[in-house]
């Protein structure tokens, strides 16, 4: 994995401590993240709204639960100790005027703010409302959210939960979202909206372990994020199928020991693939949980350099195996294949969104991924089968380490967190997707990049 070593100067080395306070160099935060047994906040959480504010007091009650302290805050509220967050809930708001209260009530207590904090404003979906400026202040609710978060500093995050008005009056369905842009798993998630619809939500009874006697199929698992994305869904309790090509049986059988998963050599790209994946879970149980889409590739050149069989065998790796493997799983008299309620999780990129040079091959797939997850996600609506995707920005990886190192410090620094993140960054945001409670998240890209100015 590639090393930041300008982060470790900046931050643990007296002289180079000395010498970028002195200079004005930016100084990037050792970011809080998620360890088994962690409190899901360092410091109380000051809870806001305008009007009724109707979804105040779920998030008020979420957060007791997980064990935080919770105050109400107003715009003369007096802070004593630094805030691990601050959940604000603009649901009610309709005219641009209300849009002061939010910030009279948020401004100050942004200044309280400790390290690695958490600012999570709700409101609701623009596309529920009929009226154009009630449309246009929630909407505005996204360039506030966007805009503060690159003004945070020592590590904290601002994100936005765009709630549907039919869901508001389910604290069930807001649970899950909630606690992981509060937690220091989504810590290099920055700046993003996320949409909570209505859905049946299962009871969570354990937060630690949500996916405990759930299957998960992870492909490319054999090195990098796939592992890592393992990794973690082996700590939230899963029983893990991993797919590698054969090539990487001995890397895949290595990382799948070592989490008491199955490894499952197959190439994603073969027609039969699909059938593999059903008939390995059929062994393990009745029906598929959770499907990872991960395995992909790059075949890097300028587009006009680009032959037939780069262009290719891109495109057939990173999206059209998708297609086939999904085409398998989703029948429903297939034994092992995906589960009614059940979840897809594709790994997009920010290249699909913004582009990237020498690149058109990869940014086409990965967009290609985005618009998958956004029409599959509405056909399989009525299996209550959630669909969604991750797009990671620069993430510190075997393949970035290779990158030359002008480019990868710019790569690294031109986000609002100054500075990579980690496959486990990945990992995490996936494994979110992949939770039951969940269920009323679908459809949706969500960036793991810091807020990268890529694509913004």
Same mark, same amino acid.
């Given at each position: ?8 100067? &900046? ?50 009650? !979420? ?8 105050m109400?805050?107003?715009? %003369?509220?007096?802070?004593?100790a630094?805030?691990?967050? !601050?959940?604000?809930d ?37 596309a ?13 609710? %996204? ?19 765009? &709630? ?15 606690r ?8 290099? &998630? ?10 049946? &939500? ?25 592992a ?12 893990? !199928? ?8 001995d ?27 059903? %008939? ?28 037939? /069989? ?15 493997? /999904?085409e +398998? ?20 990129s ?38 969604n ?6 993430? %510190?990886?075997?393949? +970035?380490?290779?990158i030359p190192?002008?480019?990868r ?20 945001a !996936? ?5 039951p409670?969940s ?18």
């Amino acid at each position: 994995m590639s090393k930041d070593t300008y982060s470790k100067l &900046v931050n643990k080395n007296p002289i180079g401590k000395k010498v970028a306070g002195q200079l004005g160099l930016p100084k990037p935060e050792m970011l809080r993240r998620y360890e088994e047994g962690q409190d899901l906040l360092v410091g109380p959480a000051a809870v806001a709204g305008i009007g009724d504010a109707p979804v105040a007091a779920s998030a008020s009650a !979420i957060l007791k639960a997980s064990g935080a302290v919770v105050m109400h805050a107003t715009p %003369e509220t007096s802070y004593d100790a630094r805030l691990g967050a !601050i959940v604000f809930d603009a649901t009610a708001a309709r005219t641009l005027d209300q849009l002061d209260e939010l910030r009279a009530t948020v401004a100050p207590a942004i200044k309280k703010l400790g390290a690695s904090a958490r600012l999570v404003i709700i409101g609701t979906t623009p596309a529920d409302l009929g009226d154009a400026e009630a449309a246009a202040t929630q909407q505005a609710l %996204e360039g506030i959210t966007r805009s503060v978060g690159k003004e945070l500093r020592r590590g904290s995050t601002a994100n936005l939960l765009w &709630v549907d008005r039919d869901a508001q009056g389910d604290a069930s369905v807001l649970a899950a979202p909630l606690r992981f842009l509060l937690s220091a798993r989504s810590a290099y &998630v920055d700046g993003q909206p996320v949409r909570v619809r209505t859905a049946d &939500v299962p009871d969570v009874s354990d937060w630690r372990h949500p996916m405990r006697g759930r299957i998960a199929v992870i492909t490319g698992a054999a090195r990098g994020i796939g592992a890592e994305i393992a990794k973690v869904f082996a700590r939230a309790g899963a029983t893990l !199928i991993l797919v590698d090509i054969p090539a990487s049986g001995d890397a895949l059988s290595k990382v799948a020991n070592s989490l008491g998963a199955t490894a499952l050599q197959t190439d994603v790209t073969s027609a039969d693939a699909g059938a593999k994946i059903a %008939e390995a879970v059929a062994r393990k149980g009745d029906k598929l949980d959770v499907m990872v889409h991960n395995a992909g590739i790059t075949r890097d050149k300028l587009f006009v350099n680009t032959d037939e /069989n780069r262009w290719g065998s891109v495109l057939d790796v990173n999206l059209r195996s998708q297609f086939r493997i /999904n085409e +398998t799983l989703l029948d429903p008299s297939v034994a092992g294949g995906l589960a009614d309620g059940g979840r897809i999780i594709a790994v997009a990129s920010i290249s699909g969104i913004g582009g990237n040079r020498g690149q058109a091959n990869y940014a086409a797939s990965k967009a290609g991924v985005i618009g998958m997850v956004r029409q599959l996600s509405q056909n399989l609506a009525d299996r209550q089968i959630t669909v969604n995707a991750v797009a990671p920005g620069f993430i %510190e990886t075997e393949m +970035t380490a290779k990158i030359p190192f002008a480019t990868r410090e710019v790569g690294r620094r031109l986000n609002s967190l100054l500075q990579g993140g980690r496959p486990g960054d990945v990992g995490e945001a !996936i494994a979110f997707f992949a939770e039951p409670g969940s269920a009323g998240v679908t459809g949706q890209v969500l960036r793991v990049c810091g807020q990268s100015q890529l694509g913004a």
